[in-house]
């Protein structure tokens, strides 16, 4: 196994941005805990039937520039009510036993019938406090949070299509994972049904986030192209398109992109992306911008 400490310290000593910006060190270990949790899921039989999906999936095996907390999978075959996350906490404990890394995992789930795990650890940050790598404060034992990181797997909609990928640095690893237009249908998806019930009121109201339209617009440098047949199950699934049985084309999606992008809080997307992406990798969302990206779309 990797020595994490010397691993870690030197993916931090590159860069000084992210060894002054709390928030980008706390995404960057998060990260490293990702590369570790991931391998370690692959040691088991979790990807012959769990698909990898998400922001967290885009940046790992596609290169997205932005940071990306949890882990999100689905099932290609409909087996969550027999799924436990039992046998893979057990085996990661004992992974990360190796690395000198101790995890806390609590299995739950959720209304919607998803399985979560949720894992914390400070081990990480324990190895770099008081080694003048990073400001004292940022592993301090009294100042320190643990890192959380949370992997959630459920069974909705399986006309995704997937590929194995290899992880790490010497690709020893094989994971399952949303093939590029099945992940691009996945992420129009979410940027059009996206919303949370109001507390007070009880009501759907929709949410919108900076990442979401930083990875449209990712995607569509990429000259990817979604697969539609997806997205359509996707929005009959649930959400505002519920039931309403969508035959989603390059025309529609293009239309209720440009619908979607009335109302938009520029400022407080922009803050979004600027708390997950390193300035190399920044970019300024506005109206034109969108604009002139989603007029090339397709």
Not at 134 to 144: G, I, Y
Request: charged share 35%.
């Amino acid at each position: 196994m990797i020595d994490l400490f010397e691993y870690t310290k030197n993916k931090l000593i590159k860069n000084d941005e992210i060894r002054n910006n709390k928030g980008l060190f706390y995404s960057e270990i998060r990260e490293i805990m990702q590369g570790v949790i991931l391998p370690c899921l692959t040691e088991t039989k979790f990807f012959d039937n769990n698909a990898f999906l998400g922001g967290t999936a885009i940046r790992m095996l596609y290169g997205l520039k932005r940071y990306s907390d949890d882990l999100d999978f689905t099932m290609k075959e409909n087996k969550i009510a027999d799924f436990s996350w039992k046998t893979y906490i057990d085996h990661l404990v004992e992974y990360g036993k190796g690395l000198d890394i101790t995890f806390d995992c609590k299995e739950d789930k959720d209304k919607f019938g998803n399985k979560i795990i949720r894992i914390k650890s400070d081990s990480i940050l324990e190895m770099l406090d008081g080694k003048n790598i990073v400001p004292d404060e940022f592993t301090n034992k009294n100042n320190r949070k643990k890192i959380s990181i949370k992997l959630e797997t459920n069974f909705a909609v399986n006309t995704f299509t997937d590929e194995m990928k290899s992880i790490g640095d010497d690709n020893k690893y094989k994971v399952r994972v949303f093939d590029l237009p099945s992940l691009f249908a996945g992420k129009i998806n979410a940027i059009l049904t996206r919303e949370e019930t109001n507390q007070k009121t009880g009501g759907k109201e929709r949410v919108d986030h900076g990442r979401d339209w930083y990875d449209l617009v990712w995607y569509i440098d990429k000259r990817a192209k979604p697969n539609y047949n997806f997205l359509s199950d996707k929005l009959d699934y649930k959400g505002s398109f519920e039931g309403k049985h969508i035959k989603a084309n390059l025309e529609w999606v293009k239309n209720e992109l440009f619908n979607r992008m009335e109302g938009l809080d520029y400022n407080m997307l922009n803050l979004d992306i600027a708390s997950i992406t390193l300035k190399d990798y920044r970019i300024i969302l506005n109206k034109e911008l969108l604009t002139e990206k989603i007029n090339i779309l397709g």
